[in-house]
């Protein structure tokens, strides 16, 4: 529950000052994740990704590390790659504007009529190889920034990245990437992500099955949530009676409802004991993993720009990105799903495209086969149906502030770190001053 000793201020949300604040305080000096290791699988791939107004170049070389290059001639400053977003190959860099050629090191080599140039600029890498940004790999993905003096990843990360190791995130492959372009700010959508408080109005079927009190831990700048799965909420008015939708994580898990001797509350725990009973060999991380992991969605909020909402046999990553022409009322929200796949088992390559919000319904538009869960059908398009509906709101007169309970206490902190780098706080005082919560509270409670 906020203390009132921070606002947040609606113009946040669609300020153009505000925008280019964010971008020079926070989406330039933390870092993000790029692509999956599994995009670049060999020497000379590349794969494009943009974030705001820049254009990113990852790059796979002979070694099998992985160089970070922005996507522009150090020339006259044209794109070297033209393609959209995504996976490509190139044996060299070719500038189609002047021929300038770069290697996959970045190092310029051919330039057309080279006499041409002064020889202190022309010959000096500094003046003239490919600018390039940091990457590191963790939990199978790439991961960057485009701070040359940011803090390593695994420090960035703190103790989120001890929690997440559990799910053996590496073992993993993408299922289905899509990025639905929406008429709102990032924040509006991250917020929409954020806290579970929403549940009972506007996801009430998942009440059935699904915990909305969902117990919160902050750790240092990132924060992680989980509702628990496979009985139904103290909100649900049956709680006794097993409903098809705690029937259905029944069979998932192996177990028939129809000869099931428990109530609706004993579900959860049944579906924790049949995967306990089948971890050894399992490609799924059941060993690693603590029994409220077996049932539960755990949600963690990776500080500034991602979520992941984790289950055990597959996860979601939920990457949010301010757009690429500057509006502050535009953002990229993109939607990936990753699963470690059973012995035989083979998934199509995905095929990544842009979808305008509201043209398609997120159902239709997400291709997730077998991993396909209520939380696609139910909750996710529900969500995003609303964000250019709260986008509008924050235009108007009559509304001035968020009121927030403490179901909501990650926006604020949240919004509080944003703010705080804006106005000057360096990133490691922020990540040394915010806590690490060792237990999950609910309803700033202790969750026992």
């Known amino acids: 529950m906020s203390d009132g000793s921070f606002r947040i201020d609606p113009a946040w949300y669609w300020s153009q000052e505000r925008a280019q604040a964010e971008w020079d305080a926070v989406w330039t000096r933390t870092w993000h994740m790029g692509p999956r290791e599994e995009d ?27 160089r970070g290059f922005y996507n522009v001639c150090r020339h006259r400053g044209n794109r070297l790659l033209l393609g959209p977003d995504g996976p490509a190959y190139a044996k060299n860099f070719t500038c189609a504007f002047h021929g300038w050629v770069y290697d996959l090191d970045g190092k310029l080599g051919h330039v057309p009529y080279r006499e041409r140039f002064d020889p202190a600029k022309i010959d000096d890498p500094a003046c003239t190889s490919l600018r390039g940004f940091r990457t590191e ?83 240092g700048i990132h924060s992680f949530m989980y509702n628990e799965y496979g009985s139904p909420s103290a909100l649900f008015p049956e709680q006794d009676k097993l409903n098809p939708a705690l029937e259905a994580l029944l069979e998932a898990s192996g177990i028939d409802p129809v000869t099931f001797p428990g109530t609706a509350t004993d579900v959860r725990r049944a579906v924790q004991e049949a995967k306990r009973s ?124 968020p009121i927030l309970s403490s179901d909501e206490r990650r926006l604020e902190h949240f919004h509080r770190n944003i703010d705080a780098l804006i106005n000057g706080a360096s990133l490691a005082d922020l990540m040394s001053d915010n806590p690490v919560e060792e237990q999950p509270t609910s309803g700033g409670k202790v969750k026992e």
């Not at 670049?40 to 992985?66: A, C, K, N, T």
């Not at 695994?154 to 899509?178: N, S």
């Not at 109005?201 to 909305?212: D, F, K, R, Y």
């Not at 490609?283 to 029994?291: G, K, M, Q, T």
């Open 40 to 66: 670049l699988p060999q020497g000379g791939d590349v794969f494009i990704h943009s974030l705001g107004p820049e254009s990113l170049l990852f790059v796979r070389r002979d070694d099998d590390s992985v």
């Open 278 to 401: 089948r971890q050894e060999g399992s490609v799924f991380p059941y060993a690693s993993l603590s029994d409220g992991q077996l049932s539960d969605a755990y949600h963690f909020m990776l500080f500034p720009s991602l979520h992941f909402n984790l289950f055990p046999e597959f996860y979601v990553a939920m990457r949010y990105r301010p757009h690429p022409s500057g509006d502050p009322e535009k953002m990229y929200f993109d939607f990936i799903m990753c699963a470690p796949l059973q012995e035989g088992e083979k998934v199509a390559p995905y095929e990544h495209k842009v979808v305008r919000g509201g043209e398609q319904e997120v159902g239709d538009v997400l291709e997730w086969g077998v991993r396909s869960h209520p939380v696609v059908n139910q909750v996710l398009g529900q969500d995003v149906d609303l964000v250019e509906h709260v986008q509008k709101g924050m235009h108007s007169k009559g509304f001035d502030v």
């Open 137 to 219: 790999s963790f939990a199978g993905w790439i991961w960057f920034t485009l701070d040359d003096e940011a803090v390593p990843l695994r420090e960035f990360l703190g103790p989120v990245a001890q929690r997440l190791e559990g799910y053996r995130m590496e073992r993993a492959t993408i299922v289905d990437y899509k990025t639905f372009e929406f008429g709102c700010n990032w924040k509006t959508t991250f917020d929409a992500f954020n806290e579970s408080y929403h549940f009972q109005s506007l996801h009430p079927e998942i009440l059935a099955w699904g915990n909305e009190d969902a117990p919160i831990a902050l750790q």
